[in-house]
């Protein structure tokens, strides 16, 4: 059984940073590109960031490029999201996602999904 379980969600203020981790089991995690969605109250699931296999690829929403930075850890099955500079826009539960086929994860076409962590910042 596949399982992504996400940590590392909380309450900032506003220029802060948060460290979000995600621990994968029960998958072959370097057969997996990973990602990072997010979703706010009355809006839809947006793409935030994914990384490639073997990390030689990473892409990020316009909305935190330059402000988050994903990687993982193959031998740790882990993938994160260095999340700075926050803003109270980027208020939401926070997801990650793997996908065998990199180029799916930005249309949100993934595989497996994590339950998801609060990310709450304040003004």
């Known amino acids: 059984q596949v399982q992504l379980v996400e940590s590392g969600g909380g309450l900032v203020q506003a220029g802060g940073s948060l460290r979000l981790s995600c621990a994968a089991s029960g998958l072959t995690f370097s057969d997996y590109a990973m990602g990072w969605f997010r979703q706010a109250p009355g809006k839809e699931r947006e793409f935030v960031a994914a990384i490639s296999r073997f990390s030689g690829t990473t892409v990020y929403a316009d909305s935190v490029k330059g402000r988050f930075i994903i990687s993982r850890t193959n031998y740790k099955n882990t993938v994160s999201l260095q999340m700075n500079n926050l803003k109270p826009e980027d208020t939401a539960v926070y997801y990650c996602?793997?996908?065998?086929?990199?180029?799916?994860?930005?249309?949100?076409?993934?595989?497996?999904w994590g339950q998801g962590t609060q990310v709450t910042v304040s003004s």
């Open positions: 996602a793997a996908n065998r086929d990199a180029a799916g994860i930005p249309a949100g076409l993934c595989d497996y």
